[in-house]
């Protein structure tokens, strides 16, 4: 393998730029270099081809020789598809193709993350989806790992290397029957749920925070079954067994049983819960970045505000 040094895209850019202008010092103004490197550019091209490439004559400056300005045409064509395959690989990082992966633990994002991505997909007819449930950790998890690009979940026990932006805080409410008597007097009292039964979303996050709520006030809930998914804690409480406590309110009023249920705002004052949007640290493709840009916009928009009870 030669040891012989390589001409750089650099020198064949000055180079092309001094025979197109006939000027060392123009060239160098156009390509916001000094003079003297410019020419130490041309220098390094002459020797490479073991040739004088230009005349130079005091009263019409620097011109190119014909073999000279053959092989600028040659440079100005090997330049011109090195940029494009700067471009091709741009374009590979940047267009909003291939597939995004999403990981949520939000027992509502049903409720409003199709209504989020339905024009990202209109827009981007190359642009496919997976979603996948995750409990916090697992989400975590799997971003760090990898598995997905983008996480949506509660704020706690966030881990390093992720980061975050916030999108909305919720306030829990209370998930009635209609009829109920807890619906006759608005905003609840915490301490009048504790006599009632209550069906308990029993997730990570979700039951510590529930045990929170009533332990700041020194109240003991009236705890009936403890579920594992909002759907059957909907269906519970349309049956008439208990009540639930939820933050993130879909915008059916129906459970999955067709009962009729009622989202009953609580007192002020007790903590919400904030949901964020995750990815990896690091530069993210552009999917993944629009993906966020678009939820944090989204979220904020009236139609999502149908999401908090107050």
């Given at each position: ?126 642009f496919n989806l997976e979603l996948r ?178």
């Open positions: 393998m030669s040891n012989e040094k390589r001409l750089s895209f650099g020198a064949m850019r000055a180079y092309a730029a001094v025979v197109e202008h006939n000027s060392i010092a123009e060239a160098a103004k156009v390509l916001d270099q000094t003079p003297t490197s410019v020419s130490f550019a041309v220098q390094q091209v002459e020797d490479k081809f073991r040739a004088s490439l230009f005349i130079r004559a005091r009263d019409h400056g620097i011109v190119a020789t014909p073999e000279g300005k053959a092989l600028a045409e040659q440079f100005r064509s090997l330049l011109e598809e090195y940029e494009n395959v700067i471009d091709a690989g741009r374009s590979m990082s940047g267009d909003l193709s291939g597939t995004l992966r999403i990981g949520y633990d939000a027992p509502a994002a049903s409720a409003f993350l199709p209504h989020i991505l339905r024009p990202m997909v209109q827009e981007n007819p190359k449930v995750y409990d916090n950790e697992g989400v975590q998890e799997a971003l760090l790992t990898g598995k997905i690009d983008v996480a949506i979940y509660g704020e706690h026990n966030l881990r390093q290397g992720i980061i975050t932006h916030e999108l909305l805080r919720f306030p829990p409410y209370i998930l009635a029957p209609a009829g109920h008597i807890i619906c006759k007097s608005r905003p609840a009292k915490l301490a009048k749920v504790t006599e009632h039964p209550l069906i308990v979303l029993d997730r990570p996050g979700a039951r510590p925070y529930f045990n929170s709520l009533f332990r700041a006030q020194g109240l003991q809930p009236n705890i009936l079954a403890y579920v594992d998914s909002a759907e059957m804690m909907r269906g519970m409480v349309g049956a008439r067994l208990g009540l639930g406590i939820l933050n993130i309110h879909p915008k059916s009023d129906r459970s999955n049983g067709n009962d009729p249920l009622i989202a009953v705002a609580l007192e002020r004052g007790l903590p919400p819960i904030s949901l964020v949007v995750g990815r990896a640290k690091g530069q993210p493709r552009r999917l993944v970045a629009d993906f966020v840009k678009r939820l944090q916009i989204g979220m904020q928009m009236d139609e999502m505000q149908g999401l908090i009870v107050s």
